[in-house]
């Protein structure tokens, strides 16, 4: 690759050597997050990923993609690029533990107006974080530079993950019913949903993003706004190993109105007690500058909840312990009950 180099190209404003600079940056990084399985390093035209079968009776692949959307304008403005990576990872990760499945490899999007390396490099820490964080692989990915289509400091990031669970323990909400426990993991803030409502309530682009905040707990409004969605995968698969666990939802975009009636079969209902919720004070902040009615929060956010678990009411205090064994504060949010409303917030 030292040859490769085109004046032509770089006068349309695309450096080809700032990209291997890039990869000679990330390269480390990318390495550190390798697991058994992981086939080959950087620079094919394919990440390469062994199954290991063993133990598996018929093998389910669950994929999962997602980006972080206008979060990233917050990273922009503070010029903060190592956090949005894990984000990603989170986005996709959090989504495949919903089925049960293990996440066992990741592979990265990023578009951008001009390709500087370290903001490359720093982008990529923040992935490799994640993947660290959930025990899968970054196996590969792709750095796009897109002169006239970004504006040179600006990117926007996507994600891909697959995952593996043997069909005979896909979780199966059919067998859900009246008197389990609905249990909640906390957020650590608005994770990477919602975004363009609370930059719209803040008018991020003026606004005082550095200076700290007494009701957020001494952070600034940047930092309670940046701070990286949290990855559940090692406590709820260490759940799954020793507890019916009849449904899970990540609790993204559309809040708890949308996401927890995808983990609810016909004919019962999630019976939410508000007074449970561990509301964090970046969304009573939210609610309060923006005058946003109760309701729409939490059709909107994730309220200090960033995925429920629904197990049967005698194992509910074996499920609490395993989660505070793993560092969780997990919380009993209600149970589940006769109705069709799918979620009630009582």
């Known amino acids: 690759m030292e040859q490769s180099y085109s004046n032509s190209y770089a006068a349309a404003g695309v450096d080809v050597t700032a990209g291997y600079e890039a990869v000679r940056r990330m390269k480390p990084m ?17 990440g390469l990923f062994a199954l290991d079968l063993a133990g598996i009776k018929k093998p389910v692949l669950v994929s999962g993609t997602d980006g972080v959307g ?3 304008k917050l990273a922009f403005l503070m010029n903060r690029h190592n956090t949005v990576g ?5 986005m996709c990760v959090n989504d495949i533990i919903c089925g ?36 899968c692989a970054l196996i590969g990915g792709e750095t796009a530079e ?20 043997d069909e005979e323990k896909i979780i199966d909400p ?100 508000k007074a449970a919720v561990p509301v964090l004070p970046i969304f009573r902040r939210i609610a309060e500058t ?14 200090g909840v960033g995925m429920t678990i629904v197990v049967p009411a005698p194992q509910a205090d074996r499920a609490l312990e395993i989660l505070h064994g793993c560092g969780e504060a997990p919380v009993v949010l209600g149970e589940i009950v006769q109705g069709d409303e799918k979620v009630v917030l009582a």
């Open 100 to 135: 049960g499945a293990k996440p066992l490899f990741f592979l990265d999007y990023i578009a951008c107006g001009k390709n500087n390396p370290q903001r490359i490099a720093d982008i990529v820490s923040g992935i490799t974080e994640g993947c660290r964080q959930a025990g």
């Open 290 to 303: 923006g005058g946003v009615p109760e309701r729409d929060m939490f059709n909107t956010f994730n309220m």
């Open 146 to 165: 897109m002169p006239g289509f970004y504006p040179e400091e600006e990117y926007d990031l996507a994600g891909f993950s697959v995952g593996i669970v």
């Open 174 to 273: 059919s067998r859900m019913a009246a008197g389990d426990v609905v249990l909640g993991l906390r957020s650590s803030g608005v994770h990477s949903n919602g975004f363009s409502l609370v930059r719209k309530i803040f008018d991020v682009e003026h606004a005082d993003l550095a200076s700290p905040q007494a009701d957020l707990e001494g952070k600034s409004l940047g930092e309670a706004l940046l701070e990286p969605t949290r990855i559940y995968v090692k406590p709820v698969l260490a759940l799954l190993e020793a507890v019916d666990v009849k449904g899970i939802a990540h609790i993204t975009g559309g809040g708890f109105y949308e996401n927890i009636p995808r983990s609810i079969p016909g004919g019962l209902c999630a019976r939410i007690e």
């Open 70 to 72: 206008t979060k990233l």
């Open 30 to 46: 990318v390495e550190s997050t390798y697991i058994p399985g992981v086939m080959g390093t950087l620079g094919g035209f394919g």
């Open 86 to 90: 894990i984000d990603c990872v989170a």
